[in-house]
């Protein structure tokens, strides 16, 4: 039995880019941008910063919003309208092509933000950080319609290298819908939850600070100059999507430092000092040396080639596996695009598709002796009164991924959701496939290898542990 400690919220992320280049006398080169994650609470930029909700109201509006995901993810993969399409209403002006699925975002309890320099000279705005989605786009001037955000909307006026990115060009060709605009391509991009942005797609000097203070240009990084935003951003400049697809902030800075990122989330009810590392690069590699780090496959669907799809093979707890867990309940059809499993770091709680959930609330139920208390308030199945039990204890749970088994913590199983100690079970059910959220990646370090079709994996004593190794090589340099 695992010992409960304290409840770990979701995060926000206020990232600011460091470019990192191992000396040649390092054990291995590796270069890579380090940023670093905060928590909502405490990120002045973020909505829930000045936000006066309570505890409860803040764990329900997590679990609002990691519901509203799944839906629309759901929505996306189950659409069929074409592999990697987006539906629009049939009058607008923007003609489909292929580009990628996207997710709903919002600047609620589970989203993350970073800080992005682009221009000549910079100009620096905070986005929404997304790895369920591709473009990187920001509000742009002058806007036709645009919601309220923080800083002065990016102007491309103001920027000696902006230029718009022709209609007959391969970039163009990667966006889900775009439209003829005197040569050039104008893009209309969609999310599940049928909030959109629309403007020109184009390129600028991406700017990423070094650890000595000087900067590493990147030109030409495509982008969206929104000029007409609506739904669920407001509190951010914009969006930054980390999905797989060509024009992903990650896979166009790879040719530069290598296609990969990773990220280790800390104990983020501790001390508001504290921060999570977020990796990009071949010194992604570097930074998990010696943490034994196991590697499970990606999985590629062509319906929905934008998400990180994993192989789960099944769920133990304490051990054993769950009994009556069907096989092939976490099998990704490729002919339909239906079931499979999702990486996703913006969904709070994990989703379990129904035939593996309903088994695991079972055999959880039956070793749990604490006294059960009513969840459906906030949308929770399994909930438990802790309020005299000092020192509670929960069964562990294991994720079975190929290659990888994850035993999960307690508190990356169960979330104290009130300050009266009642504790809920952080996982819910679903229908369709299964989605991994990040109370469950908490404190494990996880190395997106997008270049070799691989999710490195390895839990860490403290996320801290990674921070102090990357400042200490940067004292190295």
Not at 119 to 136: E, H, K, N, Y
Not at 239 to 257: A, H, K
Not at 416 to 434: H, I, K, Y
Request: glycine share 10%; hydrophobic share 40%.
């Amino acid at each position: 039995m695992a010992a409960l400690g304290c409840w770990k919220t979701p995060v926000l992320v206020a990232a600011a880019f460091v470019l990192l280049f191992a000396s040649p006398s390092s054990a291995e080169r590796a270069k890579g941008i380090i940023a670093s994650l905060k928590h909502a609470d405490h990120h002045p930029d973020s909505p829930l910063h000045k936000s006066e909700a309570t505890f409860d109201e803040r764990v329900r509006n997590a679990m609002k919003g990691s519901s509203a995901r799944v839906a629309s993810i759901k929505n996306i993969v189950a659409s069929g309208i074409t592999p990697r399409g987006v539906p629009f209403d049939a009058a607008s002006e923007s003609t489909a092509r292929s580009g990628s699925f996207e997710t709903a975002v919002s600047p609620s309890p589970g989203s993350y933000i970073m800080s992005i320099s682009l221009g000549t000279p910079p100009q620096t705005r905070t986005a929404i950080v997304d790895t369920g989605s591709d473009l990187v786009w920001l509000q742009c001037a002058p806007c036709t319609s645009c919601y309220r955000q923080p800083d002065p909307v990016f102007d491309p006026s103001k920027s000696t290298t902006y230029r718009k990115v022709r209609y007959f060009s391969y970039l163009c060709l990667q966006l889900p819908s775009v439209s003829y605009s005197g040569g050039y391509c104008s893009y209309r991009y969609g999310y599940g939850d049928q909030s959109t942005t629309q403007g020109d797609f184009a390129l600028d000097t991406l700017t990423l600070t070094a650890v000595d203070g000087s900067t590493q240009s990147v030109p030409n990084f495509a982008f969206g100059c929104g000029h007409k935003n609506q739904g669920t951003f407001s509190g951010t400049d914009g969006l930054v999507g980390l999905g797989r697809g060509d024009v992903s902030f990650n896979e166009q800075i790879g040719e530069l430092i290598g296609s990969k990122f990773a990220y280790c989330l800390v104990d983020l009810f501790g001390s508001a000092a504290e921060s999570s590392p977020l990796i990009f690069g071949d010194a992604a590699l570097w930074t998990a040396e010696g943490l034994g780090l196991r590697y499970t496959p990606l999985v590629r669907n062509p319906w929905a080639d934008t998400f990180y799809y994993v192989k789960l093979n099944g769920i133990a707890v304490n051990g054993q596996p769950v009994a009556g867990i069907p096989a092939g309940a976490f099998k990704l059809d490729i002919l339909t695009g239906r079931g499979g499993v999702i990486l996703d770091s913006g969904t709070t709680i994990t989703h379990l598709v129904q035939s593996a959930y309903a088994p695991l609330l079972g055999a959880l139920q039956a070793l749990i002796a604490y006294p059960q208390v009513d969840g459906s308030q906030i949308g929770l199945d399994l909930c438990y009164d802790l309020s005299g039990v000092p020192s509670p204890s929960f069964p562990a749970v294991t994720l079975q991924f190929q290659g990888v088994d994850v035993v999960l913590p307690a508190n990356n199983v169960f979330l104290q959701v009130d300050n009266r100690g009642t504790t809920c079970l952080a996982f819910a059910g679903t229908s369709g496939f299964t989605i991994v959220g990040n109370i469950q990646q908490q404190n494990f370090y996880y190395l997106y290898d997008v270049e070799n079709e691989r999710v490195g994996i390895a839990p860490v004593d403290a996320c801290a542990s990674v921070s102090t190794k990357v400042a200490a090589a940067k004292d190295e340099l």
